[in-house]
């Protein structure tokens, strides 16, 4: 045996020793975590034995070793065999371990006869096993544990999506598998070939095993302790290094009395002494720049982030900020916000914003969680990552997040609470580096949660603030339309009563000229028909007396006509009502006026509705209102060219009947529309109209309860006349 033969298996040792003790010491919580330690100390027991036989001289010696190690590294097939399904979350092959175990437990009962191991055998390394009837069986449950375990493994990483995990897979695969795989060949020497045995290499997919494990938390140990580990990691490495020199100067420089080993060995540990500290601090410092090269940047990206969001004063501008420095400063493939829905009944979450650097990142729109987990979200205040929910939540309430973390392609779920409000949840994914999030990482999202938190409560109240003030606005706005509305209204109604009242003390002025005229009117016209009567009786009178005399008692009726419906119209009384049907009063109104238009060229068309009702009033009444006003058309169209259109139409709804005079004439100003109703006011020329005319359509339509109003044509361009009775 040589020095170099025991330095593989040694160096195994010390990586099953440490990844024992680390695991024990630190309780780390993660899946199959006492089938990791169980296996890793088997893995010691293993390779002391491989040692001792390596440095023993006593054949005898070696065997009985072999064989009480035998009772217990069987176990390591089941064991390997359980802590993988258990670590993939693969439940089919439970009967196949239970298997396994039994035939482990037969095995044991063998070790100590030589139907296991027959004896040993010396070769250039040392000695090693023979093995006996039965350790075929050994070979064979390894061979199939193994065959198991590489299938459970490629399955995993061909169904896995996500890149962090497909990565973690590979190097359980490439550390921890193909571990077991060398220490199953450990059998070929058994079986009698004399070749080193390949499991003593097993430090080599250790070693690559360690790096995934610190790189790629490859046991969702979450790895907040892991710079501690690693400085004792270092330490640890160190003195491996100083013991192998020790050992290999003493094979290399024999020396031969003990004062010279003394001395020897004290200048060895003094210059141990000077150099391990150096050593250390420089591995330290290595270590800190490989798992803080990116924490350097966060204390400037925490100020940078404080110093924007503390002056916007909209949430989704500070959603949308968080979301791009969450997602820029620690290079993720895919991070999205969350935020709470609007309305007050609603339990979900709906998209506020996210930042993707795959095409293959697609987040929902809307994530509904049930009251469980809504209620974690609230009270954990903290970044939720996969590991904490497997291993500090109960079997239920883990079940829940891990399929909501799945249906939202998330690594970390970090909820923003404020004063015991939720604003909503920043969902995070993997790093585009494929490495697992540190403690620098989950602080940094916990202390830019914590900010964007208050910064969006402190938003919030601004945007109340900034709804309210806006409706209040809304509201002074509104009440200062109504008012204007209601002095418009109060001003048009002074108006009317302006105008009412001018018109009533013109139509009192009116009424008094009238009565004051009616009594000579009466007496002249009684005196000429007595004149007349005489007159008549005698033969010797010129006839053309007579004649004037009777033209002068006709134009006496007509004024004493004229001065009655004055009377009438001042007094604001009306006959006996009857039934009138305003197209027949139309026709009545055209055949009076056809005198006036059979010289002309004025067309004058009649527009009506098919079933006009009747309504009560004053025939006559209504007559000389159509006649005043399509008269006043006929006078303003040109006789040559002019139109003149006459609807009559019925508004059902309304409960009215409407009658439209519209012509093709100039219209009216608007500046005299106010005035046009007013008694003896007129555009015409003096002599040629009394400005009575529109006056008396105005009182006839008020006695009728009807409202006139005058407009500009739509169809024909003029003037339009609209009385709706």
Not at 178 to 197: M, V, W
Not at 324 to 337: E, I, N, P, Y
Not at 582 to 603: F, G, M, S, Y
Not at 655 to 678: A, E, L, Q, T, Y
Request: proline share 4%; hydrophobic share 45%.
């Amino acid at each position: 045996m040589t020095v170099g033969h025991c330095i593989p298996p040694l160096l195994c040792l010390i990586g099953f020793g440490w990844l024992a003790a680390f695991a024990a010491r630190f309780h780390v919580p993660f899946p199959a975590r006492n089938l990791f330690i169980g296996i890793c100390i088997l893995g010691c027991f293993l390779y002391i034995d491989v040692l001792i036989i390596f440095s023993v001289s006593s054949e005898t010696v070696a065997l009985w070793v072999s064989r009480i190690d035998h009772i217990f590294i069987l176990y390591l097939i089941p064991l390997y065999l359980q802590f993988f399904s258990a670590y993939l979350g693969i439940e089919r092959y439970r009967n196949v371990i239970r298997i396994v175990y039994g035939a482990s437990f037969l095995l044991m009962l063998s070790a100590p006869t030589d139907w296991l191991i027959r004896g040993m055998q010396h070769h250039g390394f040392g000695y090693w096993a023979i093995g006996g009837e039965l350790y075929w069986l050994v070979g064979l449950l390894a061979a199939c544990s193994i065959t198991i375990v590489f299938s459970m493994l490629l399955q995993a990483i061909r169904s896995e999506r996500r890149s962090v995990f497909r990565i973690k897979l590979i190097y359980m695969g490439i550390g921890f598998g193909a571990l077991g795989l060398l220490i199953g060949l450990n059998i070929l020497p058994i079986l009698g070939f004399s070749i080193y045995p390949p499991g003593n290499f097993a430090f080599v997919p250790l070693g690559i095993f360690a790096f995934g494990l610190f790189r790629y938390d490859l046991l969702g140990m979450n790895l907040l302790v892991r710079r501690g580990l690693l400085y004792g990691l270092t330490g640890l490495v160190l003195s491996t290094v100083y013991a192998t020199a020790l050992w290999s100067m003493h094979l290399v420089f024999p020396v031969s009395n003990d004062v010279s080993i003394l001395l020897f060995t004290f200048v060895f540990f003094l210059l141990v002494g000077i150099s391990i500290g150096p050593l250390q601090r420089r591995l330290q410092e290595r270590i800190d720049s490989w798992i803080g090269k990116d924490a350097r940047q966060y204390p400037a990206i925490i100020r940078a982030l404080s110093r924007d969001i503390i002056i916007i004063q909209e949430s989704h501008r500070i959603i949308e900020r968080l979301v791009d420095t969450v997602h820029t400063s620690m290079r993720l493939t895919g991070c999205a916000f969350y935020r709470k829905e609007g309305e007050p009944e609603g339990l979900g979450f709906e998209l506020a914003a996210f930042c993707s650097s795959s095409p293959e990142i697609v987040f929902p729109p809307i994530y509904r969680p049930d009251a469980a987990v809504r209620k974690t979200f609230l009270s954990q205040g903290k970044a939720i990552s996969i590991e904490m929910i497997q291993t500090c939540m109960e079997a239920s309430l883990s079940k829940q997040f891990l399929a909501d973390i799945e249906r939202l392609g998330a690594s970390l779920i970090v909820p923003l609470v404020c004063q015991h409000h939720l604003h909503g949840l920043l969902i995070v994914s993997d790093k585009m580096s494929a490495e697992p999030f540190t403690s620098e990482d989950i602080r940094l999202l916990d202390i830019l949660a914590g900010q964007s938190a208050l910064a969006l409560e402190n938003a919030t109240t601004m945007e109340q603030l900034r709804a309210l003030n806006q409706e209040l606005e809304d509201k002074v706005a509104e009440r200062t339309r109504s008012l204007q509305e209601a002095l418009e209204n109060a001003r048009r109604m002074q108006e009317q009563m302006i105008r009412s009242e001018s018109l009533a003390s013109i139509g009192t002025l009116v009424a008094g000229t009238a009565h004051e005229l009616n009594n000579p009117i009466a007496s002249a016209d009684s005196l000429v028909q007595s004149v007349l009567e005489e007159l008549r009786e005698r033969s010797d009178i010129d006839a053309d007396i007579l004649e004037d005399l009777a033209f002068i008692h006709k134009q006496l009726g007509k004024a004493r006509e004229i001065v009655r419906s004055l009377l009438g119209l001042s007094r604001q009384t009306a006959d006996k009502p009857e039934s009138i049907h305003l197209p027949d009063v139309v026709q009545d109104a055209l055949k009076v006026l056809h005198n006036r238009i059979k010289h002309t060229h004025i067309r004058i068309d009649v527009v009506q509705s098919a079933d006009v009702p009747e309504f009560p009033g004053s025939f006559g009444d209504i007559g000389r209102l159509v006649l005043n006003l399509v008269d006043n058309a006929i006078q303003a169209v040109d006789p040559i060219h002019g139109v003149i259109q006459l609807g009559i139409s019925v508004d059902f709804e309304g409960r009215r009947i409407i009658f439209d005079c519209d012509d093709n004439g100039p219209g009216v100003c608007p500046d005299i529309r106010n005035d046009m109703f007013k008694p003896f006011f007129t555009t015409k020329p003096p002599g040629q109209g009394t400005g009575l005319g529109l006056y008396i359509c105005h009182e006839i339509a008020m006695r009728h309860g009807a409202h006139i109003q005058v407009e500009t044509s739509p169809c024909l361009g003029g003037a339009r006349f609209r009385v709706m009775f």
